[in-house]
């Protein structure tokens, strides 16, 4: 499975953004798919989760209440919608999806199988 993420960008704190990650492969709607992000001089940290349906999702305590991961599976696309965005939330955003048995989010770690390139989120105080 290929992924693709686009949408990372330079906004304004307390601004949003859309990340988009596109998958190539027509069985990704049994994958669970996740964003993580590396901010400069840090390790790559989970940020959110979704399970194959969308019916389960998993977030990071720092951004519970402003992210929402979801998913289109006709679209084989998975979206980070972010709002009130903070400069702490400058980094690059990864997607990475792992085929999945179960229509479970799982646990917050970095357990997956594909990855793609990272897209660069900058946000400005």
């Known amino acids: 499975v290929q992924l693709q993420a686009s949408g990372g960008g330079l906004v304004q704190a307390g601004g949003s953004l859309r990340l988009s990650c596109a998958a190539s492969?027509?069985?990704?709607?049994?994958?669970?798919a996740g964003w993580f992000r590396q901010a400069p001089g840090k390790e790559r940290v989970f940020v959110a989760a979704?399970?194959?349906?969308?019916?389960?999702?998993t977030y990071a305590d720092s951004v519970k209440g402003r992210f929402t991961i979801s998913r289109d599976n006709a679209k084989k696309t998975v979206y980070l919608q972010m709002n009130s965005l903070k400069p702490e939330d400058t980094a690059v955003y990864y997607c990475?999806?792992?085929?999945?048995?179960?229509?479970?989010?799982?646990?917050?770690?970095?357990?997956?199988?594909?990855w793609g390139q990272g897209t660069l989120v900058t946000v400005s105080s």
């Open positions: 990475a999806a792992t085929p999945a048995y179960v229509d479970y989010a799982g646990p917050p770690n970095d357990d997956y199988d594909y």
């Open positions: 492969d027509r069985t990704f709607s049994r994958y669970t």
């Open positions: 979704i399970s194959w349906s969308g019916g389960s999702t």
